[in-house]
């Protein structure tokens, strides 16, 4: 199963699609196959990568509308669309947080019983090499924390749930 990522860049609209993992990590930009390879991460926010044979440095940050990607002296910024923004974006009523894609919990900052406001990050996850903050859709108390730090979770799976309200 692959996954699909949509996005624009430059005006111009691009498809990233995940669709081989092993042996080697393939991805299709647009149609066309980059096989990456070497994948390090240097420090939080600093990794690097084969691309196609050639070696590749990047540097991220995020913020609440975009992922800034930084490689050979240019910045991209890189609008959330579909699954990270999907991740990050739950409906205002909604009591139960859901991944919207397969990933690793990073950390958990909630816990059963917990108060939390519009906005706090309950947990922080990690895909593709990126690590997303999943933050409060509403005030309300967590009902309890579906997932634990350092576990993986496939697309759907239920990761923390408020108690509803009233």
């Not at 990590?25 to 196609?52: C, K, P, W, Y």
């Amino acid at each position: 199963m692959s996954e699909s990522y949509k996005f624009n860049l430059d005006e111009k609209k691009y498809e990233v699609v995940i669709s081989k993992c092993h042996p080697e990590l393939t991805i299709l930009v647009n149609g066309t196959a980059f096989a990456v390879d070497d994948l390090t991460q240097i420090s939080e926010n600093h990794f690097s990568m084969r691309i196609n044979g050639q070696l590749k440095k990047f540097w991220w940050t995020q913020d609440e509308e975009a992922i800034h990607l930084r490689s050979d002296g240019r910045t991209y910024i890189l609008p959330y669309l579909d699954h990270i923004s999907a991740t990050q974006k739950v409906a205002k009523n909604e009591d139960i947080i859901k991944a919207n894609m397969p990933g690793l919990v990073v950390s958990i900052n909630c816990r059963a019983g917990s108060k939390v406001s519009a906005g706090d990050v309950l947990i922080v996850i990690e895909s593709m090499k990126m690590q997303i903050n999943i933050t409060a859709p509403r005030d309300g108390e967590v009902e309890s924390v579906h997932a634990e730090t350092n576990s993986a979770f496939q697309k759907n799976a239920e990761l923390i749930s408020l108690k509803a309200q009233e």
